[in-house]
């Protein structure tokens, strides 16, 4: 459930997005503000079918791919439900060179990508709900065999979660999140880079709507918008230069841009980056939202917020517990 006054806030941080993008200001960052789009134009205001961030990170043997939706939620819910009419779909290329060097497109995309045109889902976890809020997993691929040996051994986590965004108008937010973890000698088949995007799809009578989450601080703004309602294959034909993945080597630690953990904190991360003008301006972004007259005024912590100012966990579903009505309204809480 959404009040109308969070989806008024919502359509004006968009709008604020929208003129803030290349001038000095992030609304929304990591990817909370783009809706589902389709390929034709237009848009879908389906906040529940919004993604705000895509994680995935190696832990221990396991790999792990969180999906958090619903930016602005009602603080008031406590149980959160999916719709039925929405696809999650986590995908992974297993087989498309990378080249990862010191070079800057390595230091702020995770490498480069050799032949981007040819990016493929080679393994997709699809997650779908019924109307009583439960969920049905199906992997797909090539080989299909394959897909139903995986299948088994995913571990998976459906509900509402504490936001793990550290972007101070962010924290202390809850939203709906799907986790999964399975062990990554399942997943992997000759290499160890993958290239991952999470997409939500809503299918209506006036066409496909999908939202893409793969690189943080890239699709929800302007210039990178189209970016949703095509294929990543598609994307540098398209002019975006690179592929909106994100690259993921599980033979080194995981910490961005080599996928991206709950802790790390994109928004100051990307300050010092030189390739999209959006990262660029990221971090002010967050101080302007926070001053007095910014539309995320007064956030609930500082701009210098930090991992201690989130929920995260050590262990599986890596997101910690939602916070309630008066935890959200505290000038602090305890982190699970």
Known sequence: MIKPSLIRKYIGMAGAAIALGLAGGVAGAADHIDLPAAAGGGVLMRPDASITDFFAFISGNKLVLALDVNPNLDPAVQTYRFPTDVSYKFNIDLNSPVTIGTDVISKEFGGVITRPA?????LVFEVTFDSRNRPRLNVTGADSGRCESIRPRVRMFTGLRAEAFIFAPAVRNNIGSIVLEVPVSSVLQ??????????TTVDTPQGKFTELGARALRSQFPPNAGLNAIHPSQHVAAGFVRPDVMILDVSKPSSFPNGRIMSDDVVDEV???TTLPTDRNAANGEIAQCSPGGIAF??????SATADDIRILGRFPYLGRPYTLSERNAASSSID
């Open 118 to 122: 040819s990016i493929t889902e080679d």
């Open 190 to 199: 000759g290499q160890s880079k993958l290239l991952l995007w999470a997409t």
């Open 271 to 273: 300050a010092t980056f």
């Open 298 to 303: 007064p956030c609930p912590v500082e701009p």
